[in-house]
């Protein structure tokens, strides 16, 4: 029996396109998953693209009942509806996020913003349940100076929170940190622990498909 892969969403922090350590081991991890599934469906988005900012507008159309929104409000929101979608319809979230200043990158944020669109003033925070069976996020974390787990690193503790807030409790981070003391050292074992993650997450994938 062939196992269908899981639908990937493929989102890309980095503000650099060459030369991009992030981007270069989000490529690996695809590359991993097509060797293990034959074929993979990725859907890309790349935030250097450009992601809108919330606003008055926004917020405003975003408290307006569906039914009731204008067809200004609804241009408005018309980039969020489609990053909800996008997120929705993923099996697997697969993030690539370079350290900017202690935290992630402004777009990056952005996106979140969005996607949490019902909910950007935390009404849901004290009830943070799972609601989203099979979906799982692989977080590729990288940075010159700032460490994962350190004092100064805000966007690891962050992003596993907005994780759980938006329903996926499985959350698996590559640390690709501290490149500006061993690059080689830094690169090869994150390199080693996205082979790996992503050959679990095939291995995994194979069993619950089967089983259902």
């Given at each position: 029996m062939t196992v269908m892969a899981p639908k990937i969403l493929r989102i890309d922090g980095s503000t650099r396109h060459s030369n991009s350590v992030s981007r270069g081991?989000?490529?690996?991890?695809?590359?991993?998953?097509?060797?293990?599934?034959?074929?993979?469906?990725?859907?890309?988005?790349?935030?250097?693209?450009?992601i809108g900012n919330i606003s008055s507008a926004w917020r405003n159309a975003s408290l307006t009942p569906n039914e009731a929104r204008s067809s200004e409000d609804r241009a408005v929101l018309a980039q969020s509806e489609a990053l909800m979608n996008e997120v929705a319809a993923a099996e697997l979230l697969l993030i690539a996020v370079p350290i900017y200043n202690f935290n992630i990158p402004a777009a990056l944020k952005s996106w979140i913003d969005l996607i949490c669109r019902d909910n950007v003033d935390g009404g849901r925070a004290d009830n943070l349940v799972g609601q989203s069976k099979n979906k799982q996020a692989l977080i590729i974390l990288t940075s010159n100076y700032t460490m994962a787990h350190a004092d100064d690193d805000f966007a690891t503790p962050y992003l596993k929170?907005?994780?759980?807030?938006?329903?996926?409790?499985?959350?698996?981070?590559?640390?690709?940190?501290?490149?500006?003391?061993?690059?080689?050292?830094?690169?090869?074992?994150?390199?080693?622990?996205?082979?790996?993650?992503?050959?679990?997450?095939?291995?995994?994938?194979?069993?619950?498909t089967a089983a259902e």
């Open positions: 081991l989000t490529d690996l991890a695809i590359a991993t998953l097509q060797d293990q599934f034959g074929v993979a469906h990725v859907t890309q988005r790349d935030t250097r693209s450009g929170f907005m994780m759980k807030f938006i329903g996926i409790d499985s959350v698996t981070f590559i640390d690709a940190t501290g490149l500006g003391n061993d690059q080689a050292g830094v690169l090869a074992r994150a390199r080693d622990a996205v082979k790996t993650h992503c050959m679990k997450i095939a291995e995994t994938w194979d069993k619950q």
